[in-house]
């Protein structure tokens, strides 16, 4: 069993920035890849960014420049810096897992999301 804790939405104004964490917990050998979704109402989840074991991230064309992923192995938690945000990036975000636990088995692993709006 893991779990996956999300912290650090909110409301912001257009340009400010917002830092989202994202916390892994339970029976933990190792994290894979870390991603972060977005999802609006009506619409489907969109991938925003995502991080390997290795370090290589990968961003949305619409996020590129302006968010930033990164982890913390030591503590198995994933972050996404977003600056400079504009309205069109209100939405509910989800950290995203390929986890290995501790039975060796490789599981995909939801947070349960958090709601960012962007909103002057």
């Known amino acids: 069993q893991v779990q996956l804790v999300e912290s650090g939405g909110g409301l912001v104004q257009p340009g400010g920035s917002l830092r989202l964490s994202c916390a892994a917990s339970?029976?933990?050998?190792?994290?894979?890849?870390m991603r972060w979704f977005r999802q609006t109402p009506g619409k489907e989840r969109e991938l925003v960014a995502l991080?390997?074991?290795?370090?290589?991230?990968n961003y949305a064309d619409s996020v590129k420049g302006r968010f930033t992923i990164s982890r913390d192995n030591a503590k198995n938690t994933v972050s996404l810096q977003m600056n400079s945000l504009k309205p069109e990036d209100t939405a509910v975000y989800y950290c995203?897992?390929?986890?290995?636990?501790?039975?060796?088995?490789?599981?995909?692993?939801w947070g349960q999301g958090t709601q960012v709006t962007v909103s002057p």
């Open positions: 995203n897992a390929d986890v290995q636990i501790r039975t060796y088995r490789l599981s995909n692993y």
């Open positions: 339970g029976s933990i050998l190792s994290i894979h890849i």
């Open positions: 991080i390997t074991n290795g370090g290589s991230t």
